[in-house]
């Protein structure tokens, strides 16, 4: 059971676009309907289409701005999003923040001032900062924590722990 992000931002911006010219075309009908003069006069608006050969530059811009939006929508909707959820097992799962979250508090170690972790489908990427001017043993500590919480959760797949002390140096 993986969750992918939504397309929120394509998806509202297509929809903003469709329900801005739909707005204008019901609005144009309305207007001629009424007997009333168009928004956008239409004569002038057709002249302009009828007049502008194929060969033109601007309908070569415009179609291949039409090409480059649609190639981009459909990419957006082929290409998976990112998991929000990692799979305990077939019917459960766990949400990537909140176990980001679990292990950020887990790697706050004894002498760990501050801890950054990051969460992908095969490998954990912890990023620690110390005051200590000796750092050894550290990295290890911070490890065994996270990998005993990894443990904790009984994920599917367990994935590999990798930890980076950094030693904050404090100005003199």
């Not at 911006?13 to 009908?29: D, N």
């Not at 291949?64 to 998991?83: E, N, S």
């Not at 900062?129 to 797949?157: M, P």
Request: proline share 5%.
């Amino acid at each position: 059971m993986t969750r992918r992000s939504r397309r929120t931002l394509s998806a509202t911006l297509t929809a903003l676009v469709l329900l801005a010219a739909s707005a204008l075309v019901a609005v144009c009908a309305i207007q001629l309907a009424l007997g009333e003069t168009p928004l956008p006069p239409y004569d002038s608006v057709a002249d302009l289409l009828h007049g502008t050969p194929w060969s033109a530059r601007e309908v070569a811009v415009a179609g291949g701005v039409a090409a480059v939006i649609g190639l981009v929508l459909l990419l957006a909707a082929v290409v998976p999003g990112r998991a929000r959820t990692t799979a305990l097992d077939e019917r459960t799962a766990v949400s990537v923040r909140g176990l980001r979250n679990a292990l950020r508090s887990a790697a706050r170690v004894d002498g760990v001032e501050s801890a950054a972790v990051k969460v992908r489908r095969r490998r954990v990427r912890a990023v620690v900062r110390t005051r200590r001017a000796v750092v050894d043993g550290l990295g290890d500590a911070v490890r065994t924590a996270l990998e005993s919480r990894v443990g904790e959760f009984a994920l599917a797949r367990p994935p590999q722990v990798v930890v980076r002390v950094k030693a904050v140096r404090s100005a003199p």
